[in-house]
């Protein structure tokens, strides 16, 4: 298949906007008027967001958290290829063609993730230096969700959503993306990751602006969602990364891990109800 701009949508969640003047610094380099655009604007208010472009669709939500913007988004996008959007990136010049040659590149691909830079132009964080065709778990894991570019028809094939339990808003908040990867890698769908950079984002993330207490505590129920029995085991090497890369220290090991064996509890409380 062959894909063109008119292909990629791009899922924009934001909040109480009642403009579209957010847009214009998130494409610098060309009129948003020229990228189709879907935008779920969850509002508090009864002040709506409304659009005059064609190419830019507007749905309202009174609904709170990010993974419900998320999944309301994918079940109204009408693109080949989705991009996830927050409201506070900016696209580089060329992320449209960098898009498409990677989906003509990876055509059985269901999850491409692209590389991101900070204000200062350099990487987020360390990704790999090539293409990789099959993602694991660790890669899963760093993932972040301006990083992820979707192929509809396979997402819809796979029938995932965003559990609404993690991200902004949800119980636990942060980690959406990783249980919406690894659910889509457990029924074998491809997950590449190509090094081409695609966004700039300059503030700080919503894993940045949490503790390493309160991480440790979402990263408990985190890795029960995604890995069941074996959640001790990626503990233990989420603690031994940590320590090895001075991210904590070896007196707060216990704590930590006390820590995360209560996000798991907590989650286990929450699916005991659920399944009431």
């Given at each position: 298949m062959t894909y063109t701009i008119n292909d990629i949508e791009i899922l924009i969640s934001t909040m109480n906007r009642d403009s579209l003047d957010f847009l214009v610094p998130m494409f610098p380099n060309s009129h948003f008027f020229n990228f189709q655009i879907l935008i779920v604007n969850q509002i508090q208010n009864e002040k709506k967001l409304t659009s005059s472009y064609s190419n830019v669709r507007v749905i309202n939500s009174v609904e709170k958290g990010l993974s419900k913007s998320r999944n309301l988004a994918l079940e109204n996008a009408i693109g080949k290829i989705l991009v996830i959007a927050d409201d506070d990136i900016i696209y580089k010049e060329t992320f449209i063609t960098k898009i498409i040659n990677a989906y003509h590149k990876f055509p059985d691909a269901g999850v491409i993730i692209f590389s991101a830079v900070n204000s200062e132009g350099s990487l987020i964080k360390k990704y790999p230096l090539?293409?990789?065709?099959?993602?694991?778990?660790?890669?899963?894991?760093?993932?972040?969700?301006?990083?992820?570019?979707?192929?509809?028809?396979?997402?819809?094939?796979?029938?995932?959503?965003?559990?609404?339990?993690?991200?902004?808003?949800?119980?636990?908040?942060?980690?959406?993306?990783?249980?919406?990867?690894?659910?889509?890698?457990?029924?074998?769908?491809?997950?590449?990751?190509?090094?081409?950079?695609?966004?700039?984002?300059?503030?700080?993330?919503?894993?940045?602006?949490?503790?390493?207490?309160?991480?440790?505590?979402?990263?408990?129920?985190?890795?029960?969602?995604?890995?069941?029995?074996?959640?001790?085991?990626?503990?233990?090497?989420?603690?031994?990364?940590?320590?090895?890369?001075?991210?904590?220290?070896?007196?707060?090991?216990?704590?930590?891990?006390?820590?995360?064996?209560?996000?798991?509890?907590?989650?286990?409380?929450?699916?005991?109800e659920n399944n009431e």
């Open positions: 090539n293409s990789k065709n099959n993602l694991n778990f660790f890669d899963i894991l760093n993932a972040s969700s301006i990083e992820i570019t979707l192929n509809k028809s396979i997402i819809d094939e796979a029938r995932i959503k965003f559990d609404k339990i993690f991200g902004l808003g949800g119980i636990f908040e942060i980690g959406e993306e990783a249980v919406f990867l690894s659910d889509l890698k457990k029924k074998n769908k491809q997950l590449v990751f190509e090094p081409d950079v695609i966004v700039k984002h300059e503030g700080f993330t919503s894993s940045d602006k949490k503790s390493i207490v309160e991480k440790y505590y979402i990263q408990g129920a985190l890795f029960t969602r995604i890995f069941n029995r074996n959640y001790i085991f990626w503990i233990f090497v989420k603690l031994f990364f940590d320590l090895k890369q001075d991210k904590i220290k070896f007196s707060s090991i216990v704590n930590l891990f006390k820590n995360a064996k209560q996000g798991h509890k907590e989650f286990e409380r929450l699916q005991y």
